[in-house]
């Protein structure tokens, strides 16, 4: 006889307000945050482990693309579509091998930087994003 286990995974899909400014900074981080948690239902996006227990929050904001990539673009770090919310084994432990190599060419980081949206209010990959995330992954 076969069991099944059903897992509930969220979607991770946030629904930004259009009327608010997110980011990694600032007062948008913690907006940012806020609707995160909301999002995630206080589970990890990579390993659904609780990071919200009795209230208190134990999740971090974690890019996609990592953040030694990002100090050769500050609006990689902003971009709020790179930006999710995992607990702190995840974020510190699982980070892609070979990350201490550069996979970006000087060119790609300065057309992305040409590029990119400069809307503070920016919830949707843009194409520039996309194209960095393709070369990333």
């Known amino acids: 006889m076969n069991s099944v ?6 979607s991770f899909a946030p629904q930004y307000d259009t009327n608010s400014s997110y980011g990694y ?5 913690n907006r940012l945050l806020e609707l995160l948690y909301k999002t995630t239902k206080g589970y990890c996006m990579y390993c659904y482990s609780r990071i919200e227990v009795d209230s208190k929050k134990f999740g971090q904001l974690e890019h996609a ?20 919310l995992a607990c702190s084994m995840c974020n510190t432990s699982f980070k892609r091998v070979g990350d201490s190599v550069n996979i970006f060419t000087d060119n790609q980081i300065k ?4 590029e990119v949206c400069t809307k503070e ?16 992954l």
């Open 121 to 136: 209010k920016c919830t949707k990959e843009c194409s520039a994003y996309k194209r960095i995330k393709r070369v990333y």
């Open 5 to 10: 286990t059903i897992i509930d995974i969220p």
């Open 25 to 29: 900074s600032n007062l948008n981080r």
């Open 111 to 114: 057309k992305f930087n040409n």
């Open 65 to 84: 693309i990592e953040k030694k990539y990002t100090k050769q673009s500050i609006k990689l770090t902003e971009c709020v579509p790179n930006i999710g």
